[in-house]
T-cell receptor, first 115, second 114 residues
């Protein structure tokens, strides 16, 4: 089955700096890669996702890049703010035809943005 | 608020007992997913239902079972509970059954097994 590795497990940055979180996946058939943000005591919320037919996607201060050949994808947050502090999860899944629809999550990265 | 509701919010029970967690998906969503979140294992996918039928299975123990009813709400049954079953259980819903649409998570049920 799919295996998703996420690094680092914790990340501390100064407000205004950039933060990068990296994930690798094992199943070359995976073609959908969402990122979720989970604030303390709250539910995970989708912040951005990318499909395998594009290499990069951007939404304001957040961007995700995908390297299908190397089977890794990364989350980039620029101009970090204290409210970006949370646990971020990457995930991978096959969508469309096929029998395995399960979303496999990485272990999460605790991001702390220091004012 | 994602539109996904889960009850109860908290549940405290003893080892060996059985509990039922309930989830109501967003209006119009046909898929329901169950996840277990613990400190050491992260977010683990348990099972997915789509329009009443099981669609995908993850790391769900045999002591656990789920179903989705005709009104699309879902229940997760946990039996012969062990201390290690203590976790946050999330339900999520999406419109699609193939994973092509975003999953919206409910607020979770925190289960404590004493």
């Amino acid at each position: 089955g799919e295996n998703v590795e996420q690094h680092p497990s914790t990340l501390s940055v100064q407000e205004g700096d950039s933060a990068v979180i990296k994930c690798t996946y094992s199943d070359s058939a995976s073609n959908y890669f969402p990122w979720y943000k989970q604030e303390l005591g709250k539910r995970p919320q989708l912040i951005i996702d990318i499909r395998s037919n594009v290499g990069e996607k951007k939404d304001q201060r957040i961007a995700v890049t995908l390297n299908k050949t190397a089977k890794h994808f990364s989350l980039h947050i620029t101009e970090t703010q204290p409210e970006d502090s949370a646990v971020y999860f990457c995930a991978a899944r096959r969508i469309g035809g096929g029998s395995n629809y399960k979303l496999t999550f990485g272990k999460g990265t605790l991001l702390t943005v220091n004012p | 608020d994602s539109g996904v509701t889960q009850t109860p919010k908290h549940l405290i029970t003893a080892t060996g007992q059985r509990v039922t967690l309930r989830c109501s998906p967003r209006s119009g969503d046909l898929s329901v997913y169950w996840y277990q979140q613990s400190l050491d294992q992260g977010l683990q996918f348990l099972i997915q239902y789509y329009n009443g039928e099981e669609r995908a299975k993850g790391n769900i123990l045999e002591r656990f079972s789920a179903q989705q009813f005709p009104d699309l709400h879902s229940e997760l049954n946990l039996s012969s509970l062990e201390l290690g079953d203590s976790a946050l259980y999330f339900c999520a819903s999406s419109h699609s059954g193939t994973g092509a649409s975003e999953q919206f998570f409910g607020p979770g049920t925190r289960l404590t097994v004493l």
